[in-house]
């Protein structure tokens, strides 16, 4: 099990920028999938962006409505994974959670931080 | 896009009852990658269910998931107080790649 612990939330102005970090302890970050994943204020759950493990490519991938504005970092595996958010609009207020998928191929979301809150105010 | 429909929005029951929670998909799905999360207030999700019917680690054996093609479901058989939270289904594939349904608030009667 990942324990996963965000930061780097907070109050910025639209067109802002604001860069979270995750930082996961215990066994297996190197290898797990590595998901955001965001909750507007009395709102669903929304994918954000995953990043797979460096076995498997590295490759990133991201939601439509962040895609040319969010980076999603993961430096040769290593804790913390990184959220580079730029351009903020209003609507990417809300939780920001640092998850983590299943090992079994089931693409679940097993291991989840308590997330870390981003308000977009002009 | 798969689109991931809950249903009822809100679930009244009484501690001791049965609830069954339905997540409806907008296009046949593969139920490998179908999971039920449950959230408390103030709270991450918690996963409950992956793979439309196993049971994560730690979850009671009165969470039950089960479905398959676009319908499926995940039942409480006995409610306990700890139980009324929100419940979310999520999918795996095609774009988005991570969908989630918009959530059913399990509330005491």
């Known amino acids: 099990e990942m324990q996963l612990v965000e930061s780097g939330g907070g109050l910025v102005k639209t067109g802002g920028s604001l860069r979270l970090s995750c930082v996961a302890s215990?066994?297996?970050?190197?290898?797990?999938?590595m998901i955001w994943v965001r909750q507007a204020p009395g709102k669903g759950l929304e994918w954000v962006g995953r990043?797979?493990?460096?076995?498997?490519?590295?490759?990133?991938d991201y939601a439509a409505p962040v895609k040319g504005r969010f980076t999603i970092s993961r430096d040769d595996s290593k804790t913390p994974l990184y959220l580079q958010m730029n351009s903020l609009k209003a609507e990417d207020t809300g939780m920001y959670y640092c998850?983590?998928?299943?090992?079994?191929?089931?693409?679940?979301?097993?291991?989840w931080g308590q997330g870390t809150l981003v308000t977009v105010s002009s | 896009e798969i689109v991931l429909t809950q249903s009822p929005g809100t679930l009244s029951l009484s501690p001791g009852e049965r609830a069954s929670l339905s997540c409806r998909a907008s296009?046949?799905?593969?139920?490998?990658?179908l999971a039920w999360y449950q959230q408390r207030p103030g709270q991450a999700p918690r996963l409950l269910i992956y793979?439309?019917?196993s049971r994560a680690t730690g979850i009671p054996d009165r969470f039950s998931g089960s479905g398959s093609g676009t319908d499926f479901t995940l039942t409480i058989s006995r409610l306990e107080p700890e139980d009324f939270a929100v419940y979310s289904c999520?999918?795996?594939?095609?774009?988005?790649?991570?969908?989630f349904g918009q959530g059913t608030k399990l509330e005491i009667k």
């Open positions: 998850t983590a998928e299943r090992s079994d191929g089931s693409h679940s979301i097993d291991d």
């Open positions: 215990g066994s297996g970050f190197g290898n797990a999938w």
């Open positions: 990043v797979k493990n460096k076995d498997d490519g590295g490759t990133i």
């Open positions: 296009q046949r799905v593969n139920g490998n990658y």
């Open positions: 793979g439309a019917s």
């Open positions: 999520q999918h795996y594939g095609g774009s988005p790649l991570y969908t």
